[in-house]
């Protein structure tokens, strides 16, 4: 029996899917070791194991922070677990015991959010670029979600590749009841996710203004709470006077996936993605997807999805328009959605984590 302690301070993130899908399978999955759930103060109460021997434990160290280089190094070295799975790459440089480390994507070291300090992101970017290498260096394993991360990894850190395992991640519609959520709009494409500018929402903005002229009821709904890369999109596209686009801001899951049940398309538009789960989750709800070619969505949606330029506003459009204006194309986008996803397991993905658990407590 071995004690894993497991750094989900992100658990209640954008990411987050990652770290709970993992836990609800590990606890069903191994019945030999004990577990440390490592999350911030904050968020004490955002996960409830049902396994007694996972434990939640809280601290207040957060992540690319002084107090994650010293204060977590020092709580680490005094929980002495046998194995850490630091589930993001942040993580106090000077831990030497064995671990195990996820990287979702390199999207910090190619992208600037413009609602950021401009100094301390880039102060970060440094610090990440460092983390990155160090961690390809010191983990016993490397995680990716994607062979487009594996190979934009190995690109940056120039580390040994047979310390990479690459372990999918996963797309599903939710059970239980869906609750309609009330949009203007009879028609409308949809897109969930945050709004930071390597997301490309303004570009979708512009490509949707353009579908206005020949479609001018189709609406653009933007599913995603209301921060500040989201309040600078919406205050943008007032300015330019565009119109039919709708901002949710929060809405519970029951609600976004009722969303997904009644748009014509869920549209894509990301310059940069590790993995891309909102789009498997639309197709698990019969949402046929048009995404951007770039990054891991090939790899990710295969013949699912149908392609455009990320960069080419007109080339945006048109794709979208003539997708969803051809009801044969949807149905058999739908068909080939509903395969896709089957492709993907979480209980495979931890299945498969376990044993890269099992591999570096024996290393």
């Known amino acids: 029996m071995a004690h894993i302690a497991l750094d989900v301070r992100f658990i209640n993130s954008g990411t987050g899917t990652y770290a709970v899908k993992l836990l609800d399978y590990l606890q069903k999955l191994d019945t030999e070791n004990d577990y440390s759930l490592i999350v911030l103060e904050k968020d004490k109460d955002y996960y409830r194991p049902t396994n007694p021997r996972f434990t939640i434990r809280t601290v207040p160290y957060k992540a690319y922070s002084l107090s994650e280089q010293i204060g977590f190094l020092n709580y680490l070295n005094a929980l002495k677990p046998d194995l850490v799975h630091f589930c993001m790459p942040q993580q106090p440089v000077l831990y030497r015991g064995k671990k195990v480390t996820t990287i979702h994507d390199l999207t910090l070291l190619h992208t600037y959010n413009s609602d950021k300090n401009w100094f301390m992101y880039h102060f970060k970017q440094f610090l990440a670029r460092f983390v990155f290498k160090y961690t390809g260096r010191s983990s016993k394993r490397i995680i990716t979600i994607s062979n487009h991360t594996k190979k934009d990894f190995l690109e940056h850190t120039h580390g040994p590749s047979d310390k990479i395992v690459m372990i999918y991640e996963a797309g599903e519609a939710h059970p239980g009841t869906l609750r309609p959520y009330e949009t203007p709009f009879s028609r409308f494409i949809m897109y969930v996710g945050q709004q930071p500018d390597y997301k490309n929402i303004r570009r979708l903005g512009e490509a949707h203004q353009q579908l206005l002229e020949s479609d001018p009821e189709l ?14 999109n919406k205050a943008y596209f007032k300015q330019m006077g565009f119109t039919n686009i709708h901002f949710t801001d929060f809405i519970p899951d029951s609600q976004r996936d009722w969303l997904f049940t009644k748009a014509t398309a869920y549209v894509f538009p990301s310059l940069m993605e590790g993995f891309g789960l909102p789009p498997l989750e639309a197709m698990a709800y019969g949402l046929p997807v048009i995404s951007s070619n770039a990054s891991c969505m090939p790899e990710i949606l295969g013949d699912a999805a149908i392609y455009f330029d990320p960069k080419d506003v007109t080339d945006m459009a048109y794709v979208i328009g003539v997708t969803i204006n051809n ?37």
């Open 219 to 232: 609406g653009l709904v933007l599913v995603g709470r209301l921060n500040e890369p989201a309040k600078r």
């Open 327 to 363: 009801p044969v194309t949807l149905k058999d986008m739908q068909e080939k959605g509903y395969d896709q996803v089957k492709k993907y397991s979480w209980e495979k993905m931890a299945k498969e984590t376990l044993e890269v658990y099992r591999d570096a407590l024996k290393s």
